[in-house]
């Protein structure tokens, strides 16, 4: 099979060529869509590489999910409705298996997340995954990484450090107990966390996906809106594996560890309980922090409000 | 360097925040956009892998140029005005040298092109680029393979064969003699033919480009359009280098070869000749068949109207 009949055969079925806004979608030189009128269009694109960013023995179902929920959560992130996605594919060789495996996995997850393929391409390389992913927001409602202010807390979604316990676990199976299957789950198919990241739009001053790990990406927002934070390490809201660990160990894979795909936001001061619970009922949320004026300084606050230091911040390509 | 440092460096300075409809740019999970009321989205991606698209000693100038060209031309080929790109970047190391030669290439075509770079990411892996590009056109005016009607006359700018003649001449250098420095030049850098893309806009029934070569490419128009053609060998407007090779030899570089980036167009039956000295003064075009009714039969007329047949229709991965 060439690449034409591989897309035709396994990607092409399930994409009608006309839903809702999209004119045309995949087979042309390009695909057409219309954004409504009252909506800004939101673009981000991430790589996943064999051996980097999953174990070369990931199963094929697992790679089309991860793929697509790495980028996923980048729309959560700024508060978009998901439309359209594009693939690249490199695949070593042509393996009819894999590929059936991979794109029912790649097909389901996204119809179940309302999101159209539109384009892309196979080629021959080792084996990575490229997507590219288009979502939709009311005109400057998008969610932004620059808009914290002093005063406001800093919350994130769920627990953290369970993916990055998972990966340990994987990588070295004889050093950690065996991960929960939630833990384990949270590493293969981490949940973007869409509807919660909407329901943000018009009440967060910032937001992030914690896809580094804590401390390098709230970073990123402390330098995009040159503030400073306070976190407290006894409010970080652990993985459960994590309390078996001793406590340096414990902090390093829920601050540093990355792969979780929760959200960090920042609340304005004031904020009503009514709304915590509100963002609670859909996913639970914990506050860990507060914005201060120290311009870029992120303080861990330990026992007896001593400051914490790790080392590691954060998995980043080319150090 | 880290990834975002290398990006911060080599990549973010060239590209304001704000620059007519780019709302954010790189920096954020996600960059926004807004699309103009009376406009279409057109959405196009191209991966690039070393030592299949491009040989692996290519100078990282050219591969910049190439990787944003080939994208430039799916743009040319649907008739679109392009506006952003995003960038994934895999390479095996941490090599300023070539990021500071790869960057300055492709920040300079893209300067050239009025072409944003909004975002993407760098990973640890074989060398290979990929590039997702925007473009806008006026709502319903892309050009698209699926119009072409019969008695419609088959149309090609430029000339055939000059990168197919210049790669045989890169990768086998006593078979053949040496290229022109143009038709060199076509296979390092081939010239997205924008301009007239945007020109065919309320003319043509149908667009594509020649990237896999011409039969390959015009079966296409012919498999979405629903119709058959037939093409005359002797209208087709060779590259220079290939008169002095045996017919058989030239008839498959042109037609099979790929990489020439021109475009293959189709114009109703009655088109003025006003109109093509037009589209002639834009760059050259000539006409090579027509559109017939024989559903998805691509016939070359050779000598004395006899069928021509060639083995070869164009590159394929996984073949």
Redesign the interface.
Known sequence: ????E?IEQYFKQVHPQSQGDL??GI?????????P?DS????????L?AG??FPLETAPEDIAYKALAVNLS??A??G?FPR?V?L?L??PE?DADWLKRFSSSFNQFSNEESLVL?????????L?V?I????IAP?GK?L???GAGIGDSIYVTGKLGAAAYAYQNIISSNSFPSPTEEELQRFLRPEPRIEIGIKLRSIATSC??ISDGLVSDLNHILK?SEVGAEIQLSSIPYADSLQKLDKDKAIELALTGGDDYELCFTLPDGVSEELVNELHSIYPVHCIGKINKNNFKLDLMGDNDQIYTIQKTGY????
């Open positions: 099979m060439n690449e034409f591989i004119v045309l087979g042309d030189d390009a695909a057409i869509v219309t954004v009128e800004e269009l939101l673009i981000s694109m991430d790589t590489v980097t960013h980048d729309m992130a700024m978009a359209w594009s690249s490199a695949l042509n539109i384009g892309g391409d196979i080629t021959r390389a080792p990575s490229t590219q992913i288009h979502g005109k998008s932004r990484r620059d992030i996906d995009a980043r390509h080319f150090n």
